[in-house]
């Protein structure tokens, strides 16, 4: 029995022993399943890192997390660029030019009527003043002009709030392009004190809003490739289109930065091209108006009128080439004046003119609506800093850096094919790539840790630059260039009120054919009435525009508006000047009481 007990003994020892075992097993299978567990967990806290920075480096849910300093800084760049093309626009500039004026009151009358002023319901393209505007501008002044009435303001309002806004998408394409927070802002801040881009945003110039869409446009462009968002993609496409039926300009420059767009990344396109097909048809049906009209008669009429290849002036310049030349070189006469010749080397000179340093530095555009003239289209510093930009550019990463450079090479390509060149309007484009490549420039050399005295010195060069800007645009300017945008006109309906109830007929002087776009901005004019009254530019309700020779006597008692120069036989009642105190026009009483 003991032996028994003993043998027994043992068994269950191994049994518990065995137990034990499989115990422990059980426990190193647990333990093991709890790292894979934790290594899982570790996957997944990993994962979900890679999606937060995806979501933060990503714009579709928002900006990159910006420090206080950034915002603070982002708020202050935003507040100056409102201020800049805000600040005393109904005053300066002085006044509103005939385009402006032609904006405001078929803007007012399509609001009061549905059709413009020459009895077109909501028409596609504005006949105006014979020069067949594009329509985005109209039909954005309409909800400004119901907000504000109709005004200096209304009429100026979409051009500077998306002006304004500008520098803003402008942050957003630059930080997507280099994934560098502080050269976003630099560049916004550059854009949002830029001379050129100021210039037109305090009036109402079509090529700004349609600016606004293109930068816009790209970014979102650029979104949609990274995201893969068709809805993306599509709206970008809309607001290329939107541009295009903005301004005329764009409709060679957009396509054409559209299509480099695309060969910078055509490896995606190719594997994602289902994405693209349906945004792209939608743009093209879009512009089936357009294209329609580019190859109309009216359409055709305004290219020619402006185009850079007229036959009298090629025939022009071969007859001075020959006065001038000695008679061995006359011969190259026939080589150099023949029209392929001749019309190649007008465009590329029209091209070159938009980089000429005193275009860009200098003077800027001589036209007085255009620029300061008194000053470049740019700042003086700003060539500093695009010199510098040549070895900044080499650092930045990635293909998107190539788009402003595409950007800038074909902005003036729109400007080249009409006169006069420079242009500073049909080539605004520039001002964007202008500003990133001079701000990157200064964002590398303040970053620099050395030359802190060149550093200081090139600041408050900086700083005393924009001051004399910030002086020319509200100090000198309207006084300057009142003339340039046809400031008086305001003033002369203001007079024709005070007198008007006393004549069967106003008759006013009838100088370039835009009085009466004036009188009918300026009382306002009755729309409907206007149209129903079969009225012309020559004449509306108790008002007739005349030429300069015209016989005003013998006409019964009439308010005549005559030029400042002309002296008439009956009492003049009252005399306009412009704001900055030049004579325009005198109100005479003819055949009145002498």
């Known amino acids: 029995m003991t032996k028994n007990k003993l043998f027994i003994r043992r068994k269950a020892l191994l049994i518990r022993r065995k137990a034990l075992l499989i115990r422990r097993k059980a426990l190193l299978i647990r333990r093991k399943a709890l790292l894979i567990r934790r290594k899982a967990l570790l996957i997944r806290r990993k994962a979900l890192l890679i999606r937060r920075k995806a979501l933060l480096n990503s714009s579709t849910t928002r900006i990159k997390v910006l420090s206080k300093t950034q915002v603070l800084l982002f708020l202050a760049i935003a507040i100056l660029s409102f201020g800049l093309r805000f600040y005393n626009l109904?005053?300066?500039?002085?006044?509103?030019?005939?385009?402006?004026?032609?904006?405001?009151?078929?803007?007012?009358?399509?609001?009061?009527?549905g059709h413009d002023e020459h009895g077109r319901f909501l028409p596609l393209f504005f006949e105006s003043f014979g020069d067949w505007k594009l329509p985005g501008y109209f039909y954005l002044l309409v909800p400004s002009i119901k907000l504000f009435g109709l005004s200096e303001l209304s009429v100026r309002f979409p051009s500077a709030l998306l002006g304004s806004l500008a520098p803003l998408i402008f942050f957003l394409l630059i930080k997507k392009i280099t994934k560098n927070t502080n050269l976003a802002l630099t560049s916004m801040f550059f854009l949002a004190i830029s001379p050129w881009h100021i210039q037109f945003s305090r009036s109402g110039f079509e090529s700004t809003p349609s600016l606004f869409f293109v930068v816009s446009?790209?970014?979102?462009?650029?979104?949609?490739?990274?995201?893969?968002?068709?809805?993306?993609?599509?709206?970008?496409?809309?607001?290329?289109?939107?541009?295009?039926?903005?301004?005329?300009?764009?409709?060679?420059?957009?396509?054409?930065?559209?299509?480099s767009i695309i060969l910078t990344n055509l490896k995606w396109i190719k594997q994602n091209i289902k994405l693209w097909a349906f945004p792209a048809l939608i743009g093209l049906i879009l512009l089936i108006p357009m294209i329609i009209f580019t190859l109309s008669p009216n359409g055709?009429?305004?290219?020619?009128?402006?185009?850079?290849?007229?036959?009298?002036?090629?025939?022009?310049?071969?007859?001075?080439?020959?006065?001038?030349?000695?008679?061995?070189?006359?011969?190259?006469?026939?080589?150099?004046?023949?029209?392929?010749?001749?019309?190649?080397?007008?465009?590329?000179?029209?091209?070159?003119?938009?980089?000429?340093?005193?275009?860009?530095?200098?003077?800027?555009?001589?036209?007085?609506?255009?620029?300061?003239?008194?000053?470049?289209?740019?700042?003086?510093?700003?060539?500093?800093f695009l010199f510098l930009s040549f070895s900044a550019y080499k650092k930045l990463k990635g293909d998107g850096k190539k788009i402003m450079l595409f950007w800038l090479l074909l902005a003036p390509i729109p400007a080249s094919f009409v006169t006069p060149t420079p242009h500073a309007q049909r080539a605004l484009q520039m001002s964007i790539p202008l500003a990133f490549l001079s701000s990157l420039g200064a964002y590398y050399f303040f970053s620099a840790k050395k030359l802190i005295v060149i550093k200081i010195l090139l600041a408050g060069v900086v700083i005393f630059s924009f001051a004399v800007f910030i002086h020319l645009l509200f100090v000198h300017y309207p006084k300057k260039f009142a003339a340039d945008w046809q400031d008086g006109y305001r003033q002369m309906v203001q007079e024709v009120k005070k007198y008007q109830d006393d004549y069967p007929k106003v008759y006013i002087t009838n100088i370039n054919n835009v009085p009466y776009i004036y009188l009918l901005l300026y009382l306002p004019y009755d729309p409907e009435k206007f149209v129903k009254e079969n009225s012309t530019k020559g004449a509306f309700g108790k008002y007739v525009f005349i030429d300069p020779n015209y016989n005003i006597y013998n006409k019964g008692r009439v308010l005549y508006v005559?030029?400042?120069?002309?002296?008439?036989?009956?009492?003049?009642?009252?005399?306009?000047?412009?704001?900055?105190?030049?004579?325009?026009?005198?109100?005479?009483?003819?055949?009145?009481?002498?």
């Open 90 to 113: 109904s005053e300066n500039p002085p006044g509103l030019y005939w385009d402006e004026a032609a904006f405001g009151y078929n803007a007012y009358s399509i609001l009061k009527t």
């Open 217 to 259: 446009g790209v970014y979102l462009m650029l979104l949609g490739i990274e995201t893969k968002k068709i809805s993306i993609l599509s709206l970008s496409f809309f607001l290329f289109v939107l541009s295009i039926y903005t301004y005329h300009a764009s409709r060679i420059f957009v396509p054409l930065l559209v299509i």
């Open 300 to 384: 055709r009429s305004r290219a020619i009128s402006e185009s850079a290849f007229k036959e009298d002036d090629r025939q022009t310049a071969r007859l001075n080439f020959d006065q001038k030349s000695k008679k061995p070189l006359r011969f190259l006469s026939g080589y150099l004046f023949n029209p392929p010749a001749y019309y190649t080397q007008v465009v590329l000179i029209g091209y070159l003119n938009h980089f000429s340093p005193t275009f860009l530095f200098i003077n800027g555009d001589q036209i007085g609506r255009h620029s300061q003239v008194d000053m470049g289209q740019i700042y003086l510093f700003d060539a500093i």
């Open 562 to 594: 005559a030029p400042s120069w002309q002296k008439e036989d009956g009492e003049r009642l009252s005399t306009v000047n412009d704001s900055s105190g030049r004579h325009i026009y005198s109100l005479w009483d003819i055949g009145g009481k002498n």
